[in-house]
C-alpha cells in the first residue's frame, strides 16, 4: 500500500513538473515584417510652366507668357527674340497702347507760387527684364519688371526762395506788328516761365513746350526749313528757345541737345541760336550747378526776356566763374 502511494506521488510530481516547463516556456515571437525604406518623391515641373510680368507699382500681372508655346525648348534663340520684342513693346509702347517710358516734364510754379506737378522719368530696362525671363523660364514664376523712377531733385524748402535773386538774363526783341509770330513767341514763353529746375535735372523744351499747333492756339508764322523761309504754323518760337539757350549758358549747365537754323536770324547773333522742332530738333540742357533755379519768361510788346532765378544761399554756386 505505501508502495503504492509513493508511485502516485512520484506521477503527480512528474505531471507538475511538466506543467511548469509548459508555462516557463518562451512563446514564440512573431517574426518582424520588413519595413521599406520611406520613399522621397522629388517635385515635378509643371508640363506647361508660365512667366508672368509683374508692375511693381501697381502689384498687377500685365502679361502671362508661356515658354514652351513661345519656342523655349525648340528654338532659344527665336524665344529671346521674341522676349526682346515683348520687352520694347512694353518699354517704348505700339500703335495701340502706350509703354512704360516717359520723358520728365518738369514742375513749376502758377501765379499764387503753389507747384504744378509735372511728370517722373521712367525707364523700363529691357535688357534687365529679359534675362529675368529667361532665368525663370523652365520652371515658370513670377518678373517684376525692372522700372527706374527719376523724380526732379529740388527741396520743397527752396520754393519760397527760388525768386530771390536774378543770376542771368537775356532779352532779344521782335517786329510787334508780326501779331501771328508774336502770338507764337508768346504762348511758348508761357509754357517755360516758372519752371523749376532741380540740380541734376534735365530741361527739353519740346517736353516743357509741347505740340505746336493749331489746337494750341499756335498761328502761322515765317519759319526757316532747309535754308528757306515758308510759313508754318508755330513760326517765331526758336527765338523763345534761342533767347532762352543764351540766359542759361551765363550758369552751370550741361548742354545735350542744340542745333542751328540754315539762315542768320537776327535776334540773336550769329551760332548763339538754339532751333527747335517738335518730334525732331530740340533744345536740351542739364541743371549741373548743384541749386535749383527757376526759369523766368517776361513777354512784352516787342521783346522777350528771360532770367534764371534761385534763391540767395545758391548765388555763389550759381555764379561760380570756373565752370
Excluded at 37 to 64: A, C, F, G, R
Excluded at 94 to 114: R, S
Aim: hydrophobic share 35%; proline share 5%.
Amino acid at each position: 500500500m505505501k508502495k503504492k502511494w509513493m508511485a502516485i506521488a512520484c506521477m503527480i510530481c512528474t505531471v507538475g513538473l511538466l506543467g511548469c516547463q509548459e508555462k516557463s516556456a518562451n512563446p514564440k515571437t512573431p517574426e518582424r515584417q520588413h519595413l521599406e525604406e520611406p520613399v522621397s518623391y522629388e517635385p515635378t515641373q509643371p508640363t506647361n510652366p508660365v512667366v508672368e510680368v509683374v508692375d511693381p507699382t501697381t502689384n498687377t500681372i500685365i502679361d502671362t507668357i508661356s515658354p514652351q508655346a513661345f519656342g523655349y525648348d525648340t528654338d532659344r534663340q527665336a524665344y529671346q527674340k521674341l522676349l526682346e520684342q515683348i520687352a520694347r513693346d512694353l518699354a517704348r509702347g505700339t500703335t495701340t497702347i502706350a509703354g512704360y517710358d516717359q520723358h520728365m516734364v518738369l514742375d513749376k510754379l502758377d501765379d499764387q507760387g503753389k507747384i504744378i506737378k509735372g511728370r517722373s522719368h521712367i525707364i523700363l530696362k529691357e535688357r534687365e527684364l529679359v534675362e529675368s525671363i529667361l532665368a525663370v523660364s523652365a520652371t515658370g514664376g513670377q518678373v517684376e519688371m525692372p522700372i527706374l523712377i527719376t523724380k526732379s531733385s529740388y527741396s520743397l524748402e527752396d520754393i519760397p526762395y527760388l525768386e530771390d535773386v536774378v543770376v542771368a538774363t537775356y532779352t532779344t526783341y521782335f517786329n510787334h506788328a508780326d501779331v501771328g509770330r508774336n502770338k507764337n513767341i508768346e504762348l511758348s514763353a508761357k509754357a517755360i516761365d516758372n519752371v523749376i529746375v532741380g540740380s541734376g535735372d534735365y530741361f527739353s523744351f519740346n517736353h516743357i513746350v509741347g505740340p505746336r499747333d493749331e489746337a494750341n492756339g499756335y498761328q502761322p508764322a515765317p519759319e526757316i526749313i532747309n535754308k528757306k523761309i515758308v510759313m508754318g504754323i508755330g513760326g517765331g518760337i526758336c527765338q523763345t528757345s534761342s533767347t532762352l539757350f543764351n540766359a542759361v549758358d551765363q550758369i552751370p549747365v550741361k548742354f545735350v541737345e542744340r542745333h542751328h537754323h540754315s539762315l542768320d536770324i537776327g535776334y540773336v547773333p550769329q551760332g548763339r541760336d538754339a532751333t527747335v522742332s517738335y518730334d525732331s530738333l530740340d533744345f536740351r540742357f542739364q541743371n549741373t550747378s548743384g541749386a535749383p533755379f527757376l526759369i523766368k519768361a517776361i513777354y512784352e510788346e516787342d521783346s522777350l526776356t528771360i532770367e534764371i532765378r534761385t534763391a540767395e544761399k545758391y548765388l555763389g554756386i550759381m555764379k561760380d566763374e570756373t565752370f
